[in-house]
């Protein structure tokens, strides 16, 4: 069974730090890109940021950029999104998402597999 499960959220003060990781199981993610998104209650889900898997590029969302990393460790079979300096907007829930072929987008749409999703709290 293919399965992307999200882990790493939670509670955090405002500039603090979390690191989200995303597991597969059930296939190897070295063929797929891997897209990160969010969605905070009564918004659209906005995508964060995206990983290729053919050259390891990415991509971020103006809102994120230079806060926020992703990278991938395919032997773990896992993705990453480190997230610096967080900011109280950034309260949502983070999915992230497995899409067929090398190339990453940010289109929700152009991804084949999620995962359950996990909370992320920014408040003091």
């Known amino acids: 069974q293919l399965q992307l499960v999200e882990s790493g959220g939670g509670l955090v003060q405002p500039g603090g730090s979390l690191r989200l990781s995303c597991a597969a199981s059930?296939?190897?993610?070295?063929?797929?890109?891997i897209g990160w998104f969010r969605q905070a209650p009564g918004k659209e889900r906005e995508g964060v940021s995206c990983?290729?898997?053919?050259?390891?590029?990415?991509y971020y969302a103006d809102s994120v950029k230079g806060r926020f990393t992703i990278s991938r460790d395919n032997a773990k079979n896992t993705v990453y999104l480190q997230m610096n300096s967080l900011k109280p907007e950034d309260t949502a829930a983070y999915y992230c998402?497995?899409?067929?072929?090398?190339?990453?987008?940010?289109?929700?749409?152009?991804?084949?597999?999620w995962g359950q999703g996990t909370q992320v709290t920014v408040s003091s």
């Open positions: 998402a497995a899409r067929r072929g090398f190339i990453a987008t940010i289109s929700a749409r152009d991804y084949d597999y």
């Open positions: 990983i290729s898997a053919s050259d390891g590029s990415t």
């Open positions: 059930g296939f190897t993610l070295d063929y797929y890109a």
